[in-house]
């Protein structure tokens, strides 16, 4: 059996901490086993290891994430890279496709696909390792994990069985997408699962579905129609459609962590970075990545998030909210991104029409280096702030330490490597091209 991890995602739920380029899967906040924190991805990457599902583990991101994901997990399992953000019935098509095109799967092959934004327990894992058997035994074309509801979410959607065999499984009668509230209890009361998301098949199935779209069946051809292909969900788009589906019951923990409600129970300290909680704080959080003190004084119930990106204040039942108003307006340029060499934040940003001055903060991790890259469009200044390295400009390296400035005109090839960890500033300044607009690099 093959493992299709899906690590997509907007990160709306979570900000301002989660976005367009850091999603939640990166947040580092879940207590660890031997002590200190891991990310969701690295929590899951590692449970999967655990259960002995590693070897044959895919993991599925955007292109631009990829050397993200690769920091996050040791770069110890092979991505592969949408060109673009399509849905989760794309994104498993084209790992599917990847491993045919690799050599490492058959059309008889069972392929389980997965989120990487869940939090489970290693049970849940373990359970993997029935889904061929139990496939074979039924007879279905597709199997589901399902889950008991603890409450009537209506975050989750809700898969309906009919009564469970001896054998594990259930026949699936109907889907319904995150209900309202009562809906979801009369689902609870039809002995409805949570649908965790994850789905076990073989592969020539997935195939047939890519046929009945019109879609290509090999990797490149996919690769290519992927920018114009519509957003397809796997729920709707294969799950929905089936008629011979069966779910599996998992007893024990599940959670997608997709709100600041959920995500807050797994947190190791109600208080993360700067600041405290004062007074009756019953049930309040607080995590800042901002060096400024956040202080919450006798307000119970809520969530205080602060990040580079902004600062949310908001009831922890209501902090879902935050996606829909992110939705109504417009959303400006990332002042925070995470890449594989380390993070970035932009400390400001000014602009009369003609002329763009951005001023960042580098982070680079120990050795790791900036791509090198050519600037035609602006010219750039830095400043090490700490750390120790080297900086190459137009092929001329020399040392770098806490201190040292270096100037960079346009067209002339730069990247700076970090032997420890190093910080600096870095200004650029560009101007209008002959076409009249302001490129930012």
């Keep these: 059996m093959h493992t299709i991890l899906l690590c997509g995602g907007s990160g709306q739920r979570l900000w301002p901490l989660s976005g367009s380029i850091r999603s939640k899967m990166f947040l580092p906040l879940l207590p660890a086993p031997g002590g200190g924190t891991e990310s969701m991805i690295g929590r899951v990457c590692r449970q999967l290891g655990q259960a002995g599902l590693d070897e044959s583990l895919l993991l599925v991101a955007h292109q631009e994430q990829i050397a993200l994901i690769q920091r996050y997990t040791g770069s110890k399992y092979p991505v592969t890279g949408e060109p673009c953000k399509r ?23 069972i392929l389980c696909i997965a989120p990487a934004d869940m939090f489970a327990d290693d049970d849940f894992f373990r359970q993997f390792h029935q889904f061929e058997a139990l496939l074979a035994d039924s007879e279905a074309e597709l199997l589901l994990l399902g889950t008991r509801p603890s409450y009537p979410s209506e975050q989750y959607g809700y898969i309906v069985p009919s009564l469970e065999s001896s054998c594990g499984y259930a026949p699936v009668l109907t889907f319904a997408e995150k209900p309202d509230k009562v809906k979801a209890l009369e689902l609870m009361r039809e002995q409805a699962l949570w649908n965790c998301g994850v789905f076990a098949a073989r592969m020539s199935f997935l195939l047939e579905h890519l046929e009945r779209l019109g879609l290509p069946v090999e990797f490149a051809a996919l690769t290519v129609q992927y920018p114009e292909l519509p957003v397809r969900s796997f729920d709707k788009e294969v799950a929905e459609r089936s008629t011979k589906a069966v779910v599996v019951r998992h007893e024990g923990e599940w959670s997608d962590l997709g709100s600041w409600d959920t995500l807050t129970d797994r947190l190791p300290s109600q208080v993360i970075g700067a600041g405290g909680l004062w007074g009756e704080c019953g049930d309040s959080y607080l995590i800042n990545e901002l060096e400024l003190p956040l202080h919450v004084i ?35 340029e990332p002042r925070y991104g995470e890449t594989g060499w380390g993070s970035y934040t932009v400390v400001d940003r000014e602009s009369d029409g003609s002329r763009l001055v951005l001023t960042a903060m580098l982070t680079l991790l120990p050795g790791h280096e900036l791509p090198e890259m050519t600037c035609e469009h602006c010219a750039k200044s830095w400043m090490i702030v700490s750390g120790h390295g080297e900086v190459t400009v137009n092929g001329a390296t020399s040392a770098a330490c806490a201190g040292g400035s270096y100037t960079i005109a346009r067209g002339q090839q730069h990247t700076v490597s970090a032997w420890s960890a190093m910080k600096l500033i870095e200004v650029r300044i560009s101007e209008a091209g002959e076409d009249g607009k302001v490129y930012s690099c």
């Design 87 to 109: 849905g989760t019935f794309t994104a498993a098509a084209l790992g599917a496709l990847h491993l045919l095109a690799a050599g490492k799967a058959q059309p008889e092959d």
């Design 298 to 332: 006798g307000v119970s119930g809520i969530v205080a998030i602060a990040g580079p990106e902004g600062i949310l204040i908001a009831d922890k039942k209501d902090a879902n909210t935050i996606k829909d108003i992110l939705a109504e307006n417009s959303v400006t």
